[in-house]
């Protein structure tokens, strides 16, 4: 039994065949509804970010999307993710809050803005009804120049 298998064994958990970045490009992802590949996505995206029309610069930074950071040891790259995310999480001035209200329309710069859905939507006794719409833009732009590139999977692009 090879090391990291051994190791898994240990702690209980069955290594998986057939995961990973090799495993993900020999399998073919299902067709979209448009017949456009499915996934899976990699993409390197620069950590800061600066926008196209104001020039002002923001974190490129999500917890659910962001693995690690180039060029750096991956405890040191954990540690500073961290670090960012619960220093954007503790901070209310800069968190914007929506209470919903009938017929209402809400709209952000998804270049500047960090969302997440609600956390609270089991409160609600009307049924809410949401419906999502992402305009196409630029390709993220670090103050360096570097722009967002794919890795793995295509870029996402408009729906016809």
Do not use: Y
Request: with cysteine; glycine share 10%; net charge positive.
């Amino acid at each position: 039994m090879r090391a990291p298998q051994r190791t898994a064994a240990r702690r209980g958990a069955r290594p998986r065949r057939g995961s990973g970045p090799r495993a993900a490009r020999r399998r073919r992802p299902p067709r979209r509804f448009d017949g456009k590949p499915a996934g899976p996505f990699a993409a390197v995206h620069p950590l800061v970010r600066v926008h196209p029309e104001t020039g002002a610069r923001s974190l490129l930074v999500s917890a659910v999307f962001l693995q690690a950071i180039r060029g750096l040891k991956p405890r040191e790259s954990a540690a500073l993710l961290d670090f960012l995310l619960d220093e954007l999480a503790g901070r209310d001035e800069i968190h914007a809050r929506v209470r919903w209200e009938q017929d209402m329309l809400v709209m952000w710069d998804n270049r500047a803005v960090a969302h997440a859905g609600p956390v609270d939507g089991l409160m609600f006794e009307e049924e809410r009804i949401v419906h999502r719409t992402t305009v196409v833009g630029d390709v993220p732009c670090g103050p360096n120049g570097f722009k967002s590139r794919a890795l793995m999977g295509g870029r996402f692009g408009a729906l016809a």
